[in-house]
């Protein structure tokens, strides 16, 4: 009977973890060109979408939670925040059109006839599938615009870390919201770059002055400016395109990309990007959606030596900037380089290099961090008056830093 049950449970582990690795391109975006940030006010519709590798037509379900500003699950009901259903069936589904790797392509959007946000604030989006386990869950923020962020992005003024960390300051005029005790009612978010890996919270007002919370700390505000970030272009399968130096076709198309280099004392190379993002799009066919293929990318980074107790991952927006063995890339001591493929859309798209130790990420070992780095900033304010049931999304304010060139 033991043996019935553990057998029984490693086959919904085996099923759940197969599921969660076919799963790609994962979007929640809002349907503006040039936009990619899933932090908007409160209203505007919100598309959720990712393919299915196994392209079977599985039937998957959303669920919307309403989350506090530290992302734990809020007192409020489903019914206080939703007018609708909190979980409902994924229903526009198609599949993949003349691509040697078919794929079924699911997507929803917000709001719908069945689901609309009430509130505004932190929320939760989890794709479940018919046995309810979580394949992935994304992240979003509904704001109001009931108070004004000011936000201004400077260099350091830490005399150490002048030339590898930018300092946010910001401002919040709200004078149609009355706050009695800014320290136990607001709350604030400082994101790098829509990375929920980077953002600075637990602040309060250096300075109140009548209807405004300045924040103007000295180090508490400070980022790693990083590096700019490499891109690459796979929107020609049959062609080389940016930064592709080899095409091999085999049971899909594997893309290699140009190599890139370690250097114990890198330094900042300009090079405009869209701050870790991806763009999926091919020309090879009229809808991105489902007429883009799928590539195995294969990168490089050449070392000396392998970094010790830590392993290289590629990094960006395409897998929600998290460390996963899908995007970890493997020693070659006959290359002296970390090597490996990831099976990515056809799309423009924005990485870099990280090393984790399995706990932690550092962004920044491989390399560098500059000032110069152009980077954007958004600053969300919640607001919960005493005795309230839940902290609203107040406003939003944004920068970017681009010092001149």
Known sequence: MKKLVFLTLFGLFFSYWGDAQNIKSILLRTNQSNSFTSIVPLGTPLTLSFDDLEADGKDYYYKIEHMTPDWKPSRLLSSQYIDGFQQNTIINVRNSFNTFQSYTHY???FPNP?????????YRVSVLDTYDDVIFSRRFVLYEKAVIVGVNVNRSRNAR???TQQTVEFRVNHPNLRINIPNQEVKVCIIQNDNWNATITDLTPTFFKPNQLLYTYTNKTNFWGGNEYYNFDSKELFNRSLNVVKIERKDIFHHYLYPSKYRTNPTYE????INGQFVIRTIEGKDNTTEADYAAMHFTLNVEEPFFD???????????FEITEDNRLSYSPANNAYIGEVLMKQGFYNYKFVLSDGSSIDEIAIQGSFFQTENNYKVIVYFKPMGGLYYRAVGMGESNFSPDR
Not at 270 to 273: G, K, V
């Open 107 to 109: 997507e929803v959007r």
């Open 114 to 122: 069945n689901t609309v946000i009430t509130k505004s604030g932190n």
């Open 161 to 163: 870390r002048l030339n």
């Open 270 to 273: 300009f090079n405009p990007d």
């Open 310 to 320: 830590k392993d290289v991952y590629i990094y960006g927006a395409y897998n929600n």
